[in-house]
């Protein structure tokens, strides 16, 4: 009998500027941006690395993948029910 081994989980390295960023995608951007003392673009240039880096598909990926290992605390509805709706959209796209 073949002993299965346990799953792997890849280990990523966020920046402390990607960090600071990630806790707070589940605001609005330009919010967000504002409590960083940061430019709108900046922020979501920092947003766009970490889904690079975590393979998220979108911000809300993004918030779903921190939320589940501990970095956001709480994911606000509004952000589940967009991403049940992204992912009906895409179900509707592949059929």
Same mark, same amino acid.
């Given at each position: 009998? @073949?002993? +299965?081994? =346990?799953? %792997? ?8 500027? /990607?960090? !600071?960023?990630?806790? @707070?995608? +589940?605001? =609005?951007? %330009? ?8 430019? /709108?673009? !900046? ?53």
């Amino acid at each position: 009998m @073949l002993q +299965s081994s =346990p799953p %792997k989980h890849r280990v990523i390295e966020f920046t402390a500027a /990607e960090m !600071a960023a990630i806790r @707070l995608v +589940s605001k =609005p951007y %330009k919010i967000a941006a504002h409590q960083l003392g940061i430019s /709108e673009a !900046a922020f979501k240039l920092r947003i766009k690395n970490a889904r690079a880096k975590c393979g998220a598909a979108s911000a809300v990926d993004l918030a779903v993948i921190a939320t589940r290992s501990g970095i956001l605390i709480d994911l606000p509805d509004n952000m589940l029910a967009m991403r049940c709706k992204q992912k009906t959209k895409a179900k509707r796209k592949s059929k």
